[in-house]
């Protein structure tokens, strides 16, 4: 059974409420508020230095902001800060610090005022104790060995107190002693105090708070230290107290004092191996500890009444004891000062003047002393004052104390008592700071000199620091914030770090609280404090101070403190155990683009990697983290479906289709979704499906992303992610690899599966490659390509990568290897740091612009590239193209092969090819013969199909004839789909097919980037994939051969046989403008084939002897044909099935047979190409010409006379000498004849661009002229042709008149019936003429009229007089021509005639 | 790894900042020995809130003829810095060693006018953003040659 009495609560809670009177020297009444009472063991040891440190650092740390506190909000300038307004660290820390402070011998403040001395009632002689113990209080003041617990004045006064535990001891027995002791020492010196009135931990119903508890915990570790040597005694000491503490906040005031004063004391039951002394005070918990096992509350035994009993013996205790010995000493002091004052004050002056000279080397003495501390005598007079002084302060008195003070400090000064003097400035600068009604103004100065006194001369740095506390907090109250921050600063010093800090941060503090609060030097002493708090091992503190200066320091530019911040803020948080916070910091400093050196970012980057290590040790089972590093550039990430491309294997080319390394042309892939779309409207019968996506192989940033992409199942997925290092320290990856979800679903059986995350397990629905290593280099960008084989049908979410994140060993060298060698070798040292982690990748779509909400608002589009849905097997076509030449001559034929492999497991069928240039190449048409003969066979034959001729035959033409239809063209719809004529419509798997394939240089010289797109189905229809395509872009480059021009005039002669005027000559003229050097030598032209639904070639008419034509370079050559009508021509009346003549002239022994592939084929290509251009044209005048209908009747008619449809081809065969051999090539060129008269050419000459165009301001007058045939096409009505002899004989000297007959056929070339009028009449414009061609004259009718039908050819007999011989022209008849049921009139002259010269002899 | 702050090392130093008016963020810092950068950045940033109160201090209506330098913000042992704010209120900050005795109040002046004047011809750059990050190469070289001098 323990007793238990403690007094701390009791003094706190009731003298405080109380306001005590007392009298002060001059008899004023002065009253004392809150006055409290400090209650300490009478053996108490000043506190050892490193312990009080200790105590200092556990107090600190111990004291925490509070979890939920609110902080408050700053806001100063654009500043929004969270900063907590109180610091209780800070007080507990300064609370403590002035408690630890040892009782010094120049301050009386924590000196001992009186004595109070407990025996038990339960002591068999109390008296005898009571006698016992106050001898032995006597004993430790006054001998010498006891230095420590200091006493105000020497007669300290004894207090008795008969302790008497109601339990256990008898009531009468106490009483008959406390009436003894009233008697020996005065009511006013002795009280008994009975508690304990209830058993001791029996019937806890009557609850009732620890008194204690909130004061032991200090207190043990407080007292640790003292409490080893106390067997002794119950002694205790009061001393009142009253530390100053600024006026306005009692708060802290009360935290001030409280434990400064309050003291547990416990009463342990005597046991009987203790030396007779009975009570013996221990500290609390460390004795309780050993007793009760589970620390059981204290004061368990009191009672209410016990309490208030108490509390009523303080209250006792201090009017009865206390106050009154203080009141009287204070008189006796003031006593004796005013006995002294006027004594003194003369004496001293006087003493000092007449021993002036004396004094000086006493003077230097005190000087020397000084500075170690010059020492009074304990009774000194000097000394009195401030004794005074010190308890009027204590008593509340401040402006006695003042004044005492202010008194003590003058003589201190005189003396040269720095020690002293400073403490009586300090002291007197607080009590009037203190004062009531403040009539004086602080004197601020006082403390400055105190602190610099204890600062420099008495290098007592804890009296300074005390000094500052204090005065910081008084300045702070009076919102003199800079100079306490001022003053704060100048404290902080090597010595201490924990001081340090705490006073960087308050004077932190104090900057934040000015009127215009000092943001950044409140966040620069921050950081001070914290780098102090973290030297002095106050890690939390440390984090805490950092993070509050972040908030400052944050974005705004300020890289440098901000890495180092967040730096320090990792380290601290990793220390203490925060992770989160620790990678959060750490994330932060890599991932801004840091500007720190290499090296600090390496040092950066592991300890980075150290604390995520730590991380994801802590929880292996969490999920992955999300990493940093690298940056993903997740909208260049591309996504490729397919597998990689074949390299070529020899001769054969594999077809280029699509891949990753290609850049992205947006041009070019429109073209190709073009090309897509002709193919599937052609296969659908010129509808495009609604549901027609464009094949895409290739997925990026520019592609229509909007839809799910499709991949094939065992196809690959290939997704290729960018990668950008910030650091300037390498990176490794390894095992770097796809994350996915995978959802299976049969697409024909229509149930959804379940979904799979994360499969890297399970490579039976997916198989991913991952990458062992991928080493990014310092501020390096690179891609990294992934592949994922989906073995399921169903749909596919790509998530992200996973990666483990390290870095490279440095460019150290390891046991002397060096580590470039291991760099080349590509296998880099990682230096085991890593750390598994994924990394997102979220592509954003493109924004939508479409609706105005959707413009007025910022939104974006979905972006599916990383979500495929796989879907069943289709076929896999593969092309190669064998003998595929990279240059051609214009219009050079060439023959190469194309091998169709189908590489999967599905039969693939509907092959087609298109190209927006279907004239390049050509599969044959259906004539031709489908099993081609190998390609190594067919080398240096001749691509055409030849027949030998009969030299004979030569100049002949050889006819033949075909129909466009059989090469598929001509049919109208989209020339550019062309089926590939697959041996049975099908390839099945694994099966390939060699097709013979001829090309043709585009007649453009130059570079020409042709792009195939081979289309093909499976046999079986899928939901989800109708088709699929491959891609091929062949490069030809072309070289100039020959140009060619040629035209057609209508004949004049009309020896045809049956004397129809349908005869025409064709010119051609070819000219070589091949200029190139290598090798081609000349060209020779082996053919000429015409071809044409109504005219053919009938012979040529022969200019030179020359066999061949050759051509050299530059040369040029003409060639003349007729052309007649073919006798079929009736054929015109059924236009759609179109039947063209073929006839060949050939030069030499073979006949190229021009009707056959492949001549044929490209023939029919460049007439529809020619076809589709001047389609075109046509289409632009189609609205003029529909508004004159009517008029445009005539005129077609009028034009058609001069229509031709006469295509001419030129075949020919270069020479050319290539690496010393002789090589022969061939082709040929089309020259498509229009009109009569007009010149064509093998290649439509460039129109030059008009230069410059001047704008015009005004609308153009659109009032088209009416459709007017020009005279040229009126004067091909009618063809005139004269008949008569060439030359005549006659006698002049017989008959002086030659009359020779003429005929002037008349043959109408149009359509429709023409009226003609013929006038013979000499037209005499020029006499000249008439002189020339001298004179004849017409017979007969000299003007007719005539009607003319279609076709019609009329011969009208006309008669010549000519009266001299000589030579004249005959071609005077003018012809007019007008169509016959036109009213207006197009009365034109038709054509003249050449000259008909006519010779007249004489004979 | 990081070092705190200390007030020990040498500073033959000069480091002249701009900073723009709303955020206070630097435009431009340049430091001699670049091994102690990190100290000059948070001297730099705590001298703007002595540039602050000196700015307030003149009161408003002297804003227009008022001087631009604002002359020494603080001294401490080992170096001293001074500021300069313009009429739009970019501030400029110079850090100078303590121990170089050569500079007088009228150097610093006329090198905080050299510097207002190369800002005022950044600004006039059409393809400058204002409130980007300063580079310039005239701009840099006119500090080095300024540094030059200096150290």
């Given at each position: 059974f323990s007793w238990k009495l403690v007094t701390p609560w009791n003094v706190r809670c009731y003298v405080k409420s109380i306001c005590v009177h007392m009298r002060d020297p001059n008899n004023q009444l002065h009253i004392i508020k809150n006055l409290k009472i400090a209650v300490n063991n009478i053996i108490t040891h000043p506190p050892q230095p490193g312990a009080i440190r200790k105590l200092l650092n556990d107090v600190v740390s111990v004291s925490q902001p509070a979890e939920g506190l609110v902080a408050n909000v700053i806001t100063a300038g654009d500043y929004d800060l969270n900063i907590s307004a109180t610091t209780p660290w800070f007080e507990s820390y300064r609370e403590c610090f002035l408690q630890s402070m040892p009782a010094s011998d120049h301050e009386f403040l924590n000196h001992y005022v009186a004595c109070m001395l407990v025996v038990s009632s339960s002591e068999p002689e109390p008296v005898e104790q009571f006698l016992k113990l106050s001898q032995e209080q006597h004993r430790i003041q006054h001998s010498s060995e006891y230095l420590y617990p200091k006493w105000f004045i020497p007669n300290t006064l004894k207090y008795y107190v008969l302790l008497h535990d109601v339990s256990t001891g008898e009531e009468q027995r106490a009483d008959s002693i406390y009436e003894e002791m009233k008697q020996r020492y005065g009511t006013q010196g002795c009280y008994l105090l009975k508690i304990n009135s209830r058993v001791s931990n029996r019937g806890m119903d009557e609850q009732i708070p620890d008194p204690w508890s909130q004061y032991l915990q200090k207190n043990t570790i407080q007292n640790q230290d003292c409490y080893e040597d106390c067997p002794y005694t119950v002694i205790s000491n009061k001393n009142t107290d009253h530390l100053i503490s600024d006026g306005l906040d009692s708060e802290i005031k009360d935290g001030l004092s409280n434990n400064f004063k309050t003291h547990p004391l416990q009463l342990d039951h005597p046991s009987g191996s203790l030396d007779s002394t009975d009570y013996v005070k221990a500290t609390a918990s460390l004795q309780d500890s050993k007793k009760s096992n589970s620390g059981t509350p204290h004061g368990a035994c009191l009672t209410l009444t016990d309490h208030d009993r108490i509390r009523q013996f303080i209250q006792e205790f201090t009017f009865r004891g206390l106050l009154p010995h203080i009141e009287k000493t204070i008189r006796q002091l003031n006593d004796q000062l005013i006995s002294r004052k006027g004594l003194s004050r003369s004496l001293f002056s006087a003493t000092k003047k007449w021993f002036s000279g004396s004094k000086v080397p006493e003077k230097s003495i005190n000087e020397l002393k000084n500075t170690s501390g010059l020492l009074y005598p304990p009774e000194a007079p000097e000394l009195q004052i401030r004794k005074m002084a010190d308890l009027c302060f204590l008593v509340q008195h401040y402006e006695l104390a003042y004044s005492c003070y202010h008194t003590a400090k003058k003589d201190f000064l005189n003396d040269q008592a720095m020690l002293y003097a400073a403490g009586a400035l300090e002291m007197a600068a607080v009590s009037a700071f203190l004062q009531p009604g403040a009539p004086r103004p602080y004197p601020a100065h006082y403390m400055e000199t105190a602190i610099q006194t204890y600062r420099d001369i008495c290098k007592n740095m804890v009296l300074a620091e005390r000094c500052v506390l204090l005065s910081a907090e008084i300045l702070k109250s009076q919102s003199k914030y800079s100079e306490a921050a001022a003053l704060l600063i100048r404290l902080t010093s090597e010595d201490s770090d924990l001081r340090s800090a705490l006073l960087l941060e308050q004077a932190a503090h104090c900057f934040i609280n000015m009127k215009s609060p000092m943001v950044r030097k409140f966040a620069f002493h921050m950081i001070l404090a914290g780098h102090r708090f973290s030297k002095a091992g106050q890690k939390k503190h440390a984090l805490r101070c950092y993070c509050q200066a972040m908030q400052v320091y944050k974005g705004k530019g300020w890289s440098l403190a901000e890495d180092h911040i967040n730096f320090t803020i990792g380290r601290q948080s990793f220390t203490l155990r925060q992770l989160d916070n620790a990678v959060s910091a750490f994330r932060h400093i890599l991932i801004n683009d840091s500007k720190q050196p290499p090296a600090q970012q390496g040092a950066f980057l592991r300890e980075y990697l150290y604390v995520y290590k730590n991380v994801t040790q802590l929880s292996p089972d969490g999920p992955l983290p999300q990493l940093p590093?690298?940056?993903?550039?997740s909208s260049a990430t591309r996504v490729f479906f397919g597998h990689d491309r074949r390299p070529a294997e020899g001769e054969k080319q594999a077809a280029t289709h699509v891949s990753l390394d290609q850049e992205y042309d947006s041009e070019s892939s429109q073209q190709w979704k073009e090309l897509e779309e002709q193919v599937v409207s052609v296969i659908n019968k010129g509808i495009i499906p609604s549901n027609f996506q464009p094949t895409q192989f290739c997925l990026n940033r520019y592609s229509d992303n909007s839809r799910f992409p499709l991949a094939v199942i065992e196809e690959p997925v290939t997704v290729e992610v960018s990668f950008r290092n910030p650091l300037k320290v390498p990176l490794l990856l390894t095992d770097l690899s796809l994350l996915w979800k995978f959802q299976p679903k049969d697409f024909n059986a229509k149930h959804d599966g379940e979904t799979k995350e994360l499969g890297a397990c399970d490579d039976d629905m997916i198989g991913a490659e991952a990458i062992a290593e991928f080493l990014i280099n310092s501020e390096e960008t690179k891609v990294a390509r992934l592949k994922l084989f989906p073995h399921q049908t169903g749909e596919l979410h790509i998530l992200g990568v996973v990666y483990n994140l390290g870095t490279v060993q440095g460019a150290v060298t390891l046991d002397g290897i060096d580590p470039s060698i291991g760099l080349q070798t590509g296998k880099f040292v990682s230096n085991g740091l890593s750390v598994r982690g994924r990394q997102d990748l979220e592509i954003q779509g493109p924004r939508l612009n479409n609706t105005k909400e959707e413009k007025t608002s910022i939104k974006y589009g979905p972006d599916r590239r990383l979500d495929p849905i796989i879907t069943e097997e289709m076929p896999l076509l593969e092309v190669f193209f064998i003998n595929f030449p990279t240059g051609l001559l214009c219009g050079e034929i060439r023959k190469a092969y194309v091998e169709f492999v189908n590489v999967s497991k599905c039969p693939l069928t509907a092959l087609k090819v298109v190209s927006k240039h279907p004239e390049f190449f050509t599969f044959g048409g259906n004539t031709a013969v489908l099993t081609p003969l190998s390609p190594s066979a067919s080398e240096n034959c001749s691509a055409y199909k030849t027949v030998v001729t009969d030299p004979t035959s030569v100049r002949t033409a050889l006819l033949s004839s075909a129909s466009s239809v059989d090469f598929g063209v001509g049919t109208g719809g989209q020339p550019e789909v062309i089926h590939v004529p697959l041996p049975d419509a099908v390839l099945l798997p694994g099966a390939s097919v060699q097709l013979p394939m001829w090309l043709r240089g585009p007649d453009e010289e130059g570079v020409h980037e042709i792009n195939f797109l081979f289309y093909y189905e499976s046999i079986k229809r899928h939901s989800k994939m109708c088709h699929r395509v491959l891609r091929h872009t062949a490069v030809i480059c072309t070289s100039r051969s020959l140009h060619i021009r040629a035209t057609v005039c209508r004949s004049n002669a009309l020896e045809d046989e049956e004397g129809r005027g349908d005869s025409m000559l064709m010119f051609v003229d070819v000219e070589n403008i091949n200029t190139s050097e290598t090798g081609v030598k000349e060209f020779h032209i082996v053919q000429v084939s015409s071809n044409s639904k109504h005219w053919k070639l009938q012979k040529s008419v022969k200019i030179s002897e020359d066999k061949d034509t050759k051509l050299a370079s530059r040369e040029r050559a003409k060639l003349c044909f007729k052309a007649v009508r073919c006798k079929n021509s009736e054929g015109r009346f059924c236009p759609e099935y179109e039947n063209y003549t073929f006839a060949d002239i050939v030069?030499?022994?073979?006949?190229?047979?021009?009707?056959?592939s492949p001549c044929a084929d490209f023939f029919f290509q460049s007439l529809s190409s020619e076809f589709k251009r001047t389609h075109v044209q046509s289409h632009a005048h189609a609205s003029q010409r529909a508004a004159k209908q009517s008029f445009d009747e005539t005129v077609r008619l009028i034009q058609q006379c001069s229509e031709v449809d006469l295509n001419v081809v030129v075949l020919w065969k270069a020479y050319v000498v290539e690496d010393n051999k002789q090589l022969i090539l061939e082709g040929q060129h089309h020259v498509a004849l229009n009109t009569v008269g007009k010149e064509a050419f093998s290649f439509p000459q460039k129109q030059e661009l008009p230069e410059m165009v001047l704008l015009k301001f005004f609308r153009p007058e659109n009032t088209p002229v009416p459709a007017r045939p020009t005279p040229e096409q009126l004067s091909n009505l009618i063809k005139t042709s004269l008949h008569y002899p060439e030359s005549f004989n006659h006698s002049f000297h017989q008959k002086s008149l030659c009359l020779v007959p003429v005929t002037l056929l008349l043959s109408n070339c149009s359509q429709a019936v023409v009226d003609v009028m013929i006038d013979l009449r000499h037209k005499t414009t020029s006499p000249e003429a008439l002189e020339i061609h001298g004179s004849f004259t017409w017979l007969g009718q000299t003007q007719y009229k005539l009607q003319l039908k279609s076709q019609e050819v009329y011969s009208l007999q006309l008669k010549a007089c000519f009266v001299h011989t000589g030579v004249y022209n005959l071609g005077t008849p003018r012809v007019f021509a007008k169509l016959a049921d036109q009213v207006t009139l197009f009365e034109t002259s038709q054509q003249n005639s050449m000259p008909a010269l006519i010779i007249i002899n004489n004979i | 790894m990081a070092s705190a702050v200390t007030y020990t090392a040498e500073w033959p130093v000069l480091v002249s900042i701009i900073f723009s008016p709303?955020?206070?963020?630097?435009l431009y810092i340049r430091s001699?020995?670049?091994?102690?950068e990190l100290k000059f950045h948070y001297t730099v940033h705590t001298s703007l809130d002595v540039v602050d109160e000196k700015i307030s201090a003149m009161g408003k209506a002297l804003v227009d003829q008022r001087e631009l330098y604002l002359g020494l913000l603080y001294p401490t042992e080992d170096y001293k810095v001074y500021g300069y704010v313009t009429n739009s209120k970019v501030k400029f900050v110079m850090v100078v060693d303590s121990s170089n005795t050569a500079l007088r109040d009228n150097e610093i002046r006329s090198m905080f006018r050299k510097l207002h004047n190369s800002y005022t011809d950044i600004m006039c750059n059409p393809f400058y953003n204002p409130g980007d990050r300063i580079h310039s190469r005239a701009f840099d070289n006119m500090v080095n040659s300024m540094m030059m001098q200096v150290c």
């Open positions: 590093l690298p940056y993903i550039n030069f030499g022994n073979e006949q190229i047979i021009s009707s056959a | 709303p955020q206070n963020y630097p001699v020995p670049t091994e102690n």
